[in-house]
């Protein structure tokens, strides 16, 4: 079983940086951050899979850096360039067995954190 706990939000103005972490207890083999705006549905950020192949949501690709340190345990999510619509509840979500790392989509990943809230004023 996995324990995530998210930290690093804020408030922040347009153009401004953040970074996001996400410390894991446990053994993950995948995962990535999602984020979850007021009245929309959960959207992936990025995707950290068993290849370590990283990938991004459209909306963040290019502005949005993922990375792990493991030897801290720990996920990162630097953003830069923050828009007013990046505004949101972020999670770090993980897993821990190869099923749930096949094929994954960073929504539907078991284990979550409580969340960090990100809001960019314009």
């Known amino acids: 079983q996995l324990h995530l706990v998210e930290s690093g939000g804020g408030s922040v103005q347009a153009g401004g940086s953040l970074r996001l972490s996400c410390t894991v207890s446990?053994?993950?083999?995948?995962g990535g951050w999602i984020r979850q705006a007021p009245g929309k549905g959960r959207e992936g950020v990025a995707r950290l899979p068993l290849d370590g192949q990283i990938t991004y949501g459209a909306a963040v690709d290019g502005r949005f850096t993922l990375s792990m340190d493991n030897a801290k345990n720990t996920l990162y999510l630097q953003m830069n360039s923050l828009k007013p619509e990046d505004t949101a509840m972020y999670y770090c979500?993980?897993?821990?067995?190869?099923?749930?790392?096949?094929?994954?989509?960073?929504?539907?990943?078991?284990?979550r954190g409580q969340g960090t809230q990100v809001t960019v004023s314009s």
């Open positions: 446990g053994s993950m083999k995948c």
């Open positions: 979500a993980a897993a821990d067995s190869t099923w749930d790392c096949t094929g994954f989509t960073v929504v539907n990943l078991p284990y």
